[in-house]
């Protein structure tokens, strides 16, 4: 079964691990509060059917590779700060992500109690009924080509359209006399 996710996973996880390495500095100074919002407390029934909803979409697959691309990004950024480390961090980085493998389910923990604070519990149950019917499962499958698709045509649009407005900026500065 093809995931709704199916092509966002790299996307996501590249701008996730962009935004993950930050100086030591700037995570210090950053109140621990600050990092996530709060969620209020749902129903461990509300829970239960968001985790199967997050099941159903394959959502693992968007943040499976999450430990290790961080181990591999923090270790880039420390070889570049430490280059007479190099070594001993390559030798360092498995260790580190042996250590902490399975910490990226925390992900779909906190994914499933956004969900559940989202979408009342009847919601949510009517959610997993609907992706378990003809209809949600063609969803499921035919989503990410269709977003895909539409992707590519409005990055098409958006280029076409750059040339639009580069002409109506020229014509407006040949007006004042100006050559761009």
């Given at each position: 079964m093809k995931s709704v996710l199916k092509f966002l996973p790299a996307a996501t996880l590249a701008v996730g691990l962009a935004l993950s390495v930050v100086p030591?500095?700037?995570?210090?100074?950053?109140?621990?509060?600050?990092?996530?919002?709060?969620q209020p407390k749902a129903s461990p029934a509300a829970v239960a059917a968001?985790?199967?909803?997050?099941?159903?979409?394959?959502?693992?697959?968007?943040?499976?590779?999450?430990?290790?691309?961080?181990?591999?990004?923090?270790?880039i950024a420390l070889i570049q700060q430490n280059l007479n480390y190099q070594k001993d961090?390559?030798?360092v980085a498995p260790i580190?992500?042996?250590?902490?493998?399975?910490?990226q389910n925390e992900i779909?923990?906190?994914?499933?109690?956004i969900y559940a604070s989202e979408f009342t519990e009847q919601e949510?149950?009517?959610?997993?009924?609907?992706?378990?019917?003809?209809?949600?499962?063609?969803?499921?499958?035919?989503?990410?080509?269709?977003?895909g698709l539409s992707?590519?045509?409005?990055?098409?649009?958006?280029?076409?359209?750059?040339?639009t407005v580069m002409g109506a900026f020229r014509a407006e500065m040949r007006k004042r006399g100006k050559e761009i």
């Open positions: 030591a500095a700037a995570q210090q100074a950053a109140p621990k509060a600050a990092a996530a919002p709060a968001a985790k199967e909803i997050l099941q159903i979409k394959n959502a693992t697959a968007m943040y499976a590779g999450a430990v290790p691309g961080l181990v591999q990004k923090t270790k961090l390559n030798e580190v992500e042996q250590q902490l493998n399975g910490r779909g923990e906190g994914m499933a109690q949510l149950k009517d959610l997993v009924t609907f992706y378990k019917s003809p209809l949600g499962k063609k969803l499921i499958d035919a989503e990410p080509r269709a977003i992707m590519a045509f409005m990055n098409s649009w958006a280029q076409n359209f750059s040339e």
